[in-house]
């Protein structure tokens, strides 16, 4: 349960951004339990994607990876700085990561009607989506860590993005 003065410090955060930037403030930015539910998803995407690259890296998955990239064929590409380039294995995960960014920018742009919007958008106040967006209460600074919140829950997408 949280506890009463952590609240009210996230409420009058809150209420300074919607003040100081109400643009922002009605599609769902600044310091809001939706901020943090995304958040959290964008860390657990990092873990994932970290412990995948971890376990490629170990397994050798990573075809010719000390092998560093050709100036003449990839051009700047593959510089770091000046004429040093970058080695496949780096080059593969850059690629992996450029790609995962360009899923999570669709995404975000176009949304499916059955997933959280990151923008809220005010005129579409009535969607299921918008209205799970908003229905969310924030957790406080010593959130409930019972067996209940453990796995893929909306609890545990809010831990994940909280900075304590």
Request: proline fraction near 6%; charged fraction near 15%; include cysteine.
């Amino acid at each position: 349960m949280p506890t009463t003065s952590s609240l009210n410090v996230f409420e009058e955060a809150q209420a300074e951004f919607e003040g100081d930037y109400p643009d922002f403030a009605k599609f769902g930015w600044g310091p809001s339990v939706h901020a943090e539910v995304w958040n959290g998803r964008h860390a657990m995407f990092g873990w994932v994607f970290l412990c995948a690259t971890a376990y490629a890296k170990g397994h050798g998955l990573f075809p010719g990876g000390d092998s560093l990239l050709d100036l003449k064929e990839w051009g700047t590409l593959a510089t770091i700085s000046g004429k040093n380039t970058i080695s496949n294995e780096r080059a593969i995960i850059l690629i992996a990561n450029a790609h995962c960014f360009a899923v999570g920018l669709m995404a975000t742009l176009a949304p499916n009607a059955h997933v959280d919007p990151l923008m809220l958008d005010p005129a579409e106040a009535d969607t299921p989506s918008y209205q799970r967006a908003i229905a969310r209460q924030p957790l406080g600074v010593l959130p409930d860590m019972g067996f209940k919140n453990w796995g893929l829950t909306d609890v545990a997408e809010q831990m994940n993005g909280t900075s304590f």
